[in-house]
């Protein structure tokens, strides 16, 4: 049963750099787009370790130009996902980027651009709506637990229009966006009929 959708706030950086022959150029002359890109990615992850809680950020999306085996990279074009029930964290962490890619663009002589691309307000699942929840899973005598939704849904936008819950169900592995996900049959009827079994307890009132 989810609690609340985090929020989430999307970077675009572009790395510029000099594209130049990788055969000629002396490693101490380059100024490779690629290689502060990857600090950069590193720095992500240890700003968001840097201190305890749930948030999470990501570098999913890379395109390194003019991409080709013999030339140092001039240009990097990268996302940055940031995600955390907190909006606050969020800004807090993105601006402990903004200032660690000013300092590895300055290490690179590289030009880093952090833009934010965009925000998704975390929501709150309706108490309502979990009560009704529980107490379907309490009749069908199903195993449940409350955690927080770190993946953004329809549900997010709808709960500023009116009252929101979510029903989860195991995925194999805990897999989730790649072609291995798989949840059992058994857990798909499950969740079908803790569905029904909470819709028709909000239609009964």
Same mark, same amino acid.
Request: proline share 5%; glycine share 8%.
């Given at each position: 049963?989810?609690?609340?959708?985090?929020?989430?706030?999307?970077?675009? &950086? =572009?790395?510029? $750099?000099?594209?130049?022959? /990788?055969?000629?150029? *002396?490693?101490?002359? !380059?100024?490779?787009?690629?290689?502060?890109?990857?600090?950069?990615?590193?720095?992500?992850?240890?700003?968001?370790?840097?201190?305890?809680?749930?948030?999470?950020?990501?570098?999913?999306?890379?395109?390194?130009?003019?991409?080709?085996?013999?030339?140092?990279?001039?240009?990097?074009?990268?996302?940055?996902?940031?995600?955390?029930?907190?909006?606050?964290?969020?800004?807090?962490?993105?601006?402990?980027?903004?200032?660690?890619?000013?300092?590895?663009?300055?290490?690179?002589?590289?030009?880093?651009? &952090? =833009?934010?691309? $965009?925000?998704?307000?975390? /929501?709150?699942?309706? *108490?309502?709506?979990? !009560?009704?929840?529980?107490?379907?899973?309490?009749?069908?005598?199903?195993?449940?637990?409350?955690?927080?939704?770190?993946?953004?849904?329809?549900?997010?936008?709808?709960?500023?229009?009116?009252?929101?819950?979510?029903?989860?169900?195991?995925?194999?592995?805990?897999?989730?966006?790649?072609?291995?996900?798989?949840?059992?049959?058994?857990?798909?009827?499950?969740?079908?009929?803790?569905?029904?079994?909470?819709?028709?307890?909000?239609?009964?009132?």
């Amino acid at each position: 049963m989810v609690d609340g959708i985090v929020s989430i706030d999307d970077y675009d &950086v =572009t790395v510029t $750099g000099v594209a130049n022959h /990788a055969g000629t150029t *002396p490693i101490p002359d !380059r100024q490779d787009a690629l290689i502060a890109a990857s600090m950069l990615t590193l720095a992500v992850r240890e700003v968001v370790s840097s201190e305890p809680g749930a948030q999470v950020g990501t570098v999913g999306h890379m395109e390194v130009l003019p991409n080709a085996t013999n030339v140092i990279p001039g240009e990097v074009r990268m996302h940055i996902d940031l995600r955390d029930l907190s909006s606050a964290k969020l800004h807090r962490l993105g601006g402990k980027i903004r200032e660690r890619a000013q300092a590895i663009a300055t290490a690179t002589r590289t030009q880093i651009s &952090v =833009t934010q691309a $965009g925000h998704d307000e975390s /929501a709150t699942a309706s *108490p309502e709506v979990q !009560r009704a929840i529980q107490s379907a899973v309490n009749k069908l005598g199903l195993d449940s637990r409350h955690l927080p939704s770190g993946a953004g849904h329809d549900a997010q936008m709808a709960a500023t229009l009116m009252p929101m819950g979510m029903i989860f169900v195991p995925s194999v592995g805990g897999i989730s966006h790649s072609p291995k996900e798989l949840t059992d049959w058994q857990d798909c009827a499950n969740g079908a009929n803790l569905l029904l079994e909470t819709v028709l307890a909000l239609a009964r009132g």
